[in-house]
């Protein structure tokens, strides 16, 4: 099997406070795991979500400075929640105070919900792609400005005039960019001209292969190696020694086993293994392992003592 980094990805939207997700992510890092990834919502899914959501950046930079190995980042930042020119300084700092090891999922943001709840406007669908596309034009400029020049944007949803590009990220060409989703067109396009990595996010073998060609098939229309993308997949975990300890954290997380079948990770370690081994075969380097119990940390140390070490 092709080399494969496992990621923890959580969803703290659904409940969890900045301690929880510290004791998460300081598992994530003494267990060996790659790296810890948080997803960027302000409401709850299904829940009321107490204590309440927590914003995500902020609660990187804590983490940047209580953590010291694992990399960090969110899957995926809305591009809705705050303006390019702000979101490239926080990044940037967050970077800064990491050491360098953030990582930057982006995307166009979908849940109208937490839009309508904190007052933020919600433009249909096509309109957030053209955004998403200038945001993406706009941090990359503003991180590859050299030092002492300035950088200017004038786009259809965005305007900058002579921006000193401060602060810088620890990598001259920014943080990895990370563009995901199951879009057929725009979202290819935009990962070819952009990311350093493709994910794509809870989903099916076959279904992955036939977004994964499209990516290809964009690179190759632009001129660009597909080689140079890390593709990776987001898939929601839930392994356990026996049957029933896994049908015990299926319920938990309020799935049905056979919920997690066909795009997801669920059974034995042996199991959970043996379905990474089918994704790794489409080229998959990566698995963000989508934890929604954030309270069972012995899900993560079988994980640590039991998959990671096969893989």
């Known amino acids: 099997m092709t080399s494969i980094a496992l990621r923890v990805f959580i969803e703290p939207q659904q409940g969890a406070s900045y301690d929880d997700q510290l004791r998460v992510a300081k598992a994530t890092e003494d267990l060996g795991f790659d790296a810890f990834f948080r997803s960027d919502h302000l409401h709850a899914m299904g829940t ?3 204590p ?3 914003e995500s950046w902020s609660v990187l930079a804590g983490l940047a400075r209580e953590t010291s190995r694992i990399r960090l980042g969110t899957m995926v930042t809305s591009i809705t929640f705050r303006p390019p020119g702000l979101l490239a300084m926080t990044v940037a700092q967050v970077d800064q105070m990491s050491g360098g090891r953030v990582d930057l999922g982006l995307g166009a943001g979908w849940f109208e919900r937490e839009h309508a ?3 933020i406007p919600f433009p249909a669908a096509p309109e957030r792609f053209d955004r998403l596309e200038e945001t993406l034009e706009i941090l990359t400029g503003l991180w590859r400005t050299p030092t002492g020049e300035t950088f200017s944007h004038t786009g259809a949803h965005y305007q900058l005039t002579d921006s000193p590009g ?3 990220p620890v990598r001259p060409e920014g943080p990895p960019i990370i ?6 067109t725009r979202t290819p396009a935009l990962t070819a001209r952009f990311a350093d990595e493709f994910n794509m996010p809870f989903s099916s073998v076959e279904a992955s292969r036939t977004q994964f060609a499209r990516v ?5 229309a632009i001129g660009r190696d597909p080689d140079d993308l890390v593709f990776s997949q987001a898939l ?3 392994c356990g020694r026996d049957d029933a300890e896994v049908a015990r954290r299926a319920k938990a997380i309020g799935y049905d086993v056979s919920d997690l079948v066909d795009d997801g990770l669920v059974g034995t370690p042996d199991q959970v293994v043996a379905r990474i081994g089918d994704y790794a ?3 998959s380097t990566r698995i963000y392992l989508q934890v929604l119990d954030l309270a069972d940390l012995d899900h993560l140390e079988l994980l640590a003592g039991s998959v990671m070490t096969q893989l």
Do not use: D, M, S
């Open 236 to 238: 929601t975990i839930c």
């Open 117 to 119: 709840a904190y007052g």
């Open 166 to 168: 401060l602060p810088k």
């Open 216 to 220: 290809r098939e964009a690179c190759g």
């Open 48 to 50: 009321e979500g107490l």
């Open 281 to 283: 075969e489409l080229g």
């Open 52 to 54: 309440g959501p927590t």
């Open 179 to 184: 563009v995901g989703g199951k879009g057929k």
